[in-house]
């Protein structure tokens, strides 16, 4: 089925296309709360942000793609949280299904394909907390330069800048933790 059609759907309120919606988006944005959020506020701020999606549905206008919307609203939620807690803490758990980070960047493959996927995961932890998001979104979720910043509200050249660095900060925290590992 098309977007636009699932869209329709769920916008007469469709019981299955919410089913859908949520065996689709669940896990990614689980995982995007993991990147701001405890662990204990993630299951109430996962219930808001599929209450925002249901509520909003119906306003959608499309001028992004549906996920671009979701993301959008995961991450406004999770800074909604922050706020109201009044809290800094963060943490990043990726679950995700694949077996190999790989960076888009020719700059950045070669080391990438050759480390252990959970070895990078750690080592994007270590990261602050936008660094973060951003890699998720572009290297691991795949989105768009644009897609990323309709989500974090940052025009799309600070997006690739910052994609830059995260990428150069993120080679650098590898690097450590293998000459720790090693020495």
Known sequence: MNENKFIQLLKKGDEKAFETLYNEYASKIY??????????????????????????????????KLSTWIYK?????????????????????????????????????????????????????KLPPL???IIKLRDIEGLSYYEISKIIDKPVGTVKSRLHYSRKKLQKIIEEDQNEGNG
């Open 131 to 133: 660094d973060k998001t």
């Open 73 to 125: 609203i995961t991450v406004n939620t999770a800074k909604n949280y922050l706020k109201k807690q009044k809290k800094n803490y963060l943490s990043l758990d990726f679950n995700l299904e694949k077996n190999k980070f790989t960076s888009k960047e020719n700059v950045e493959k070669d080391v990438f394909d050759e480390i252990d996927y959970e070895f990078i995961l750690n080592s994007i932890e």
């Open 31 to 64: 995982g995007l709360l993991r990147s701001y959020l405890k662990e204990d506020e993630i299951e109430d701020a996962l219930q808001d942000v599929y209450v925002r999606i249901y509520r909003g549905i119906k306003g959608f206008k499309q001028r992004s």
